[in-house]
C-alpha cells in the first residue's frame, strides 16, 4: 500500500466491517481446528481440547491481541474529542468540516532538520502497519482497535533530535472556524500534549492515519493522531499539526487542567485511583445486539503492555509519578 493510499483509502478498495471479521475468525478457526482422524468409534476417547497457539512475535511484541474487536461503528461513535462537543456522540454528529487534506506538520525545536511538512512527505518511505491495541479510557471504558499508522520513533529520528531532547510536545489544531468545540473554553486551545522521549522513540508509540484499514474519520483524529497504548486515552492526541523536541517538561492541556486528576505520565494503573472513580476496572465497549458494555472487566497495570515498557519506569514511584 502506498503512502497517499494509506491516508486516502478509495471506498472501492475498503473491506467491509463484517468481511473483515469474518475473514479473522475463519483464520483463527482454521489454526485452532485438530486434524481429523482416518478412523475412530463410538468408544474412542474426545479429542483433547485444542492447545492454544503459541504467541507470534507480533503478539509478544505488544502490537497484537486476539481479543475481539470493538465494532467499527462504536469505535467511531463513541469518541471524546472536545474540539467538536462535549458529549460522546457529538465529534461524530458534528458537520464535517475538519478539512484534512492538505494537511501539514511543524516539526522543530532541539532537531538538527526542523522543518514544515505535508503529511504525506512526514511519513514518506514508511509501509503502514496494522496495529491491534487496546485502548484505555481514564473515564473507565476501553475498546480494542485495528490501527493503520506509522511508528513514531521512525519519524522523530528524521529530524535528528540533539541530546537536549528530553521530550516531545504535540500540538492540536485549534481552529473555531472547523471545530465548533473551541467556542467554550474550557480547556485552554490549543490541545497539547506530552511525552518523554523514550516514550516517544518506543516501538509500540504509533502515528495512526487509520483504523479498521480505513483513513481515520473526523472525530477519530483525523488525519494524524498518537496512539500510545500503555496510557490512559487523552494522552493519544488527535489530528497533529506540531512536533516540538523540548529539553523541559511540556505543558499539557489535562494535566494543567486539573494537575491532582490527570498527572503528565498517566500509565493506566489500577492501583492509582482517579479523585473521582476507580481504576480497578474498566467497561470493555463490545458493541454485542443492543448492549453497548460487556461487564466490567479489570483493569491491568500499563493496560497489559507491562511486558514491553514497564523498564522505561524503573525505580519510579508510580503513586507519586501517574
Known amino acids: 500500500m502506498s503512502l497517499r493510499d ?6 472501492s478498495q475498503v473491506t467491509d466491517e463484517a468481511v473483515y471479521r469474518e475473514r479473522r475468525r475463519l483464520l483463527a478457526a482454521f489454526a485452532l481446528t485438530p486434524a481429523l482422524g482416518l478412523s475412530g468409534c463410538a468408544e474412542a476417547e474426545p479429542p483433547a481440547p485444542p492447545a492454544r497457539p503459541a504467541a507470534s512475535p ?4 505488544g502490537f497484537r491481541t486476539d481479543e475481539v474487536l470493538t465494532r467499527y461503528e462504536d469505535v467511531t461513535t463513541y469518541n471524546n474529542f472536545y474540539e467538536f462537543g462535549t458529549g460522546k456522540s457529538d465529534p461524530s454528529r458534528a458537520r464535517r468540516s475538519l478539512r484534512t487534506s492538505p494537511w501539514t506538520v511543524a516539526v522543530g525545536g532541539a532537531c538538527a532538520k526542523p522543518g514544515k511538512l505535508s503529511l504525506e512527505d512526514l511519513i514518506k518511505g514508511l509501509t503502514p502497519q496494522e496495529r491491534i491495541y487496546r485502548l484505555r479510557c481514564v473515564e473507565g471504558w476501553s475498546m480494542v482497535i485495528p490501527w493503520l499508522g506509522v511508528p513514531l520513533a521512525d519519524v522523530l529520528k528524521r529530524f535528528e533530535p540533539t541530546s537536549k531532547a528530553k521530550y516531545v510536545a504535540f500540538t492540536t489544531l485549534a481552529d473555531p472556524k472547523q471545530m465548533p468545540g473551541i467556542d467554550y473554553p474550557f480547556i485552554n486551545w490549543p490541545y497539547r500534549e506530552g511525552l518523554r522521549i523514550d516514550e516517544a522513540m518506543h516501538p509500540l508509540t504509533l502515528l495512526a492515519t487509520g483504523l479498521y484499514g480505513k483513513a481515520l474519520p473526523q472525530q477519530n483524529g483525523a488525519p494524524l493522531r498518537l496512539v500510545v497504548p500503555w496510557k490512559y486515552g487523552f494522552k493519544s492526541i488527535k489530528s497533529i499539526i506540531a512536533i516540538t523536541f523540548v529539553e523541559r517538561r511540556p505543558l499539557t492541556s489535562w494535566n494543567d487542567l486539573q494537575a491532582s486528576e490527570y498527572g503528565f505520565f498517566s500509565n493506566v494503573n489500577p492501583d492509582v485511583d ?12 463490545a458493541g454485542t445486539g443492543s448492549k453497548l458494555f460487556v461487564d466490567r472487566i479489570p483493569t491491568r497495570l500499563f493496560n497489559g503492555y507491562g511486558d514491553q515498557v514497564a523498564s522505561l519506569y524503573a525505580g519510579m514511584n508510580l503513586r507519586t509519578w501517574f
Open 6 to 11: 494509506a491516508l486516502n483509502i478509495p471506498s
Open 274 to 285: 482517579h479523585p473521582r472513580w476507580t481504576q480497578k476496572t474498566e467497561r470493555r465497549i
Open 58 to 61: 507480533e503478539q509478544k511484541a
